[in-house]
C-alpha cells in the first residue's frame, strides 16, 4: 500500500478544463479540501488560485512541508487574508469565482474584505461538471476502491451469525477494508452530510427513515449520527442490508448487497430479484447522450410496470428521489440520475442503487458502480447480485 500521488499532467488537464470554462471571470478561489486535492493534488490547508490567463497559485497555511510534497504547482505560505489581493495578484474590480455552495459566510465575508473592489460569482456547479467525467488515472483508482469494497461486503461470510449486533458486525467488516488501505471517511459535498464507510441494517430497522440523501436511514447509534448499524441483534430469516463505501487514494465506489441467515420471505426474494431486472434495465441505457431525468424515468417505469412504484426508493411521501448518483472524490458527485437534466457522458463512474423499502419490515435490492461508455456500461463492483444465504 502506498500514497499516490496526483500526476502534474493530470493536474495541468483539469486546470485547463477549468480555464476553458471561465467565461468572463478573472480567476477562481478553491477553499474546500476535496476541490483543492483535485486542482493542486494537496488537500493541505490554505486555498487554489487559478487565474484565467496566468500558472495556478497554491497558499498553504499548514503544512506547506506537506503541500510541497504532493503538488506539483506553486506553493506559498498563507500568512495573512490582509495582503490575499497582492499576492494574488488580482487586478482592481477583479471576477472571481468561489465554492458558494460549500464555503462557509464567515469566510466568504474575510475573502469580500480581503479583495475590496472584487465581485464574486458562483463556480460550484462548473466544478462539479468538470468533475463528474473521469480521467484514466481516476478510473484507475475507482477500481481499486471498488475491489476493496467488494473484499469488505465478501468478508460478511466470516462474521454474520444470529445475535450479532449491527454495529459489532459493522465493526468487523470495516476492519477488514481498513487493512486494504480503506480511508475510513467518505466525503458528501451536501450540507451536515457525513458517512463513516457505509451502513449495515437488519429487518426492519434498515426501514427506519433518517436524514441521509439515501433511500435507507437506519437507527444509527445516536441521535447526531441518526444513521446505519445501530445495536439491534441480527435475527434468522430477515433480510440484512450491507450498503458500503470502498475508497482508494481518495476515491470512492459504492455496492450493497443483501444476507440473510436462513429464507426470507417470497415477497422480499422477489422484490429483490425486481430490483436486479431494474437494475439491467438502466445499465442497458446508461451511456453518452443520455440523461439523468432519462434514467431515472427508466426506473420509475420499471418499476410501476413490475408493481413496485410504492416500494422503490421509499414508500409514497418518502422516497429518495433518484435512482443513482456520481462517485469520485465525493459520493454525492454529478451526474444524478434523478428528474435533473444531468447528461451523461462517457467515463463517469456511476452507482445504480434500485431498492425496495419495506416499512416495518426491511429492505431489499442492489447497488453497483458502473463506468459509462459510448454504448451503455461496464459494472466495476462485481460481487454475485443474488441474496446471500448463510
Known amino acids: 500500500m502506498e500514497i499516490i500521488l496526483h500526476p502534474k499532467s493530470e493536474i495541468d488537464g483539469r486546470i485547463w478544463n477549468l480555464q476553458q470554462r471561465m467565461g468572463d471571470l478573472t480567476g477562481v478561489i478553491l477553499f474546500q479540501s476535496v476541490d483543492m486535492c483535485y486542482f493542486s493534488g494537496t488537500a493541505q490547508e490554505g486555498l487554489v488560485y487559478v487565474s484565467r490567463d496566468s500558472q495556478p ?27 490575499l489581493k497582492t499576492d494574488l495578484g488580482i487586478p482592481q474590480g477583479g471576477l472571481i469565482g468561489l465554492e458558494l455552495d460549500v464555503l462557509p459566510y464567515n469566510n466568504y465575508l474575510r475573502i469580500e474584505r480581503a479583495l475590496l473592489d472584487a465581485e464574486f460569482l458562483d463556480i460550484s456547479e462548473t466544478i462539479k461538471q468538470i468533475r463528474s467525467v473521469k480521467s484514466e488515472f481516476e478510473i484507475k483508482l475507482i477500481r481499486r476502491a471498488c475491489e476493496i469494497v467488494d473484499a469488505g461486503i465478501a468478508s ?43 451502513h449495515i441494517m437488519s429487518g426492519p430497522d434498515a426501514a427506519v427513515p433518517s436524514y441521509i440523501a439515501s433511500p435507507t436511514g437506519g437507527r444509527g447509534v445516536s441521535v447526531l449520527h441518526a444513521q446505519g448499524a445501530g445495536f439491534k441483534k441480527i435475527k434468522r430469516n430477515e433480510p440484512v442490508l450491507v450498503d458500503y463505501a470502498g475508497v482508494y487514494n481518495g476515491y470512492i465506489s459504492d455496492e450493497t448487497r443483501i444476507f440473510s441467515i436462513g429464507k426470507i420471505d417470497r415477497t422480499l426474494e ?48 418518502a422516497k429518495c428521489g433518484f435512482v443513482g448518483h ?65
Do not use: C
Open 270 to 317: 422477489d422484490a429483490h430479484h425486481a430490483a436486479l431486472e431494474i437494475q439491467t434495465a438502466i445499465a442497458k441505457e446508461l451511456k453518452h447522450g443520455r440523461s439523468g431525468r432519462d434514467i431515472f424515468r427508466l426506473s420509475e417505469d420499471e418499476g410501476m410496470i413490475r408493481g413496485y412504484e410504492e416500494k422503490l426508493g421509499g414508500p409514497p411521501g
Open 156 to 198: 460478511i461470510e466470516n462474521y454474520l451469525r444470529e445475535g450479532i449486533r449491527e454495529i459489532e458486525l459493522a465493526g468487523k467488516v470495516e476492519a477488514e477494508m481498513r487493512a486494504f488501505g480503506h480511508e475510513g471517511i467518505i466525503h458528501f459535498r451536501r450540507f451536515n452530510h457525513e458517512l463513516h464507510f457505509g
Open 57 to 83: 497559485i497554491v497558499m498553504i497555511r499548514k503544512s506547506q512541508e506537506r503541500a510541497e510534497q504532493e503538488s506539483p504547482l506553486e506553493i506559498r505560505p498563507l500568512k495573512s487574508f490582509k495582503t
Open 326 to 390: 456520481g462517485v469520485g472524490l465525493e459520493i454525492d458527485e454529478y451526474p444524478v440520475l434523478g428528474p435533473v437534466d444531468h447528461e451523461i457522458r462517457s467515463n463517469m463512474t456511476i452507482a445504480v442503487e434500485p431498492k425496495m423499502i419495506y416499512p416495518g419490515v426491511g429492505v431489499v435490492g442492489i447497488e453497483d458502480t458502473f463506468l459509462t461508455n459510448m454504448n451503455g456500461a461496464e459494472r466495476l463492483t462485481r460481487l454475485p447480485q443474488e441474496i446471500w444465504r448463510l
